[in-house]
């Protein structure tokens, strides 16, 4: 069974930063393609960055282009989410998820393994 334990959120004022990451139990975590995902309350979980198991493909919603990073750290078996210049529009509960492939994809459906969440609160 794998396991993916989100850390790094919390209330930040708009224009500030803060890093979440994603520690995942198994083996072979380069196999698999890693994705953030967030949901507002009241709203669909949606995409938000996507990285491929080597890291040489990454995707990103255009809403966080150019504010956030994703990256991994596959000897940690960890990824990252370097989030920036954050707005109160990004106010949501991030999760981690491991896609079952090596190919980075925006679509939920193709990500079988969730963490829990992570509470980001922006305030304005």
């Known amino acids: 069974q794998v396991q993916l334990v989100e850390s790094g959120g919390g209330l930040v004022q708009a224009g500030g930063s803060l890093s979440l990451s994603c520690a995942a139990s198994?083996?072979?975590?380069?196999?698999?393609?890693m994705g953030w995902f967030r949901q507002a309350p009241g709203k669909e979980r949606e995409f938000v960055a996507a990285?491929?198991?080597?890291?040489?493909?990454?995707l990103y919603a255009d809403s966080v282009k150019g504010r956030f990073t994703i990256s991994r750290d596959n000897a940690k078996n960890t990824v990252y989410l370097q989030m920036n210049s954050l707005k109160p529009e990004d106010t949501s509960v991030y999760y981690c998820?491991?896609?079952?492939?090596?190919?980075?994809?925006?679509?939920?459906?193709?990500?079988?393994?969730w963490g829990q969440g992570t509470q980001v609160t922006v305030s304005s």
């Open positions: 998820a491991r896609r079952r492939g090596v190919v980075a994809v925006a679509t939920k459906y193709e990500y079988d393994y």
């Open positions: 198994g083996r072979t975590f380069s196999n698999y393609a």
């Open positions: 990285i491929s198991g080597s890291g040489g493909i990454i």
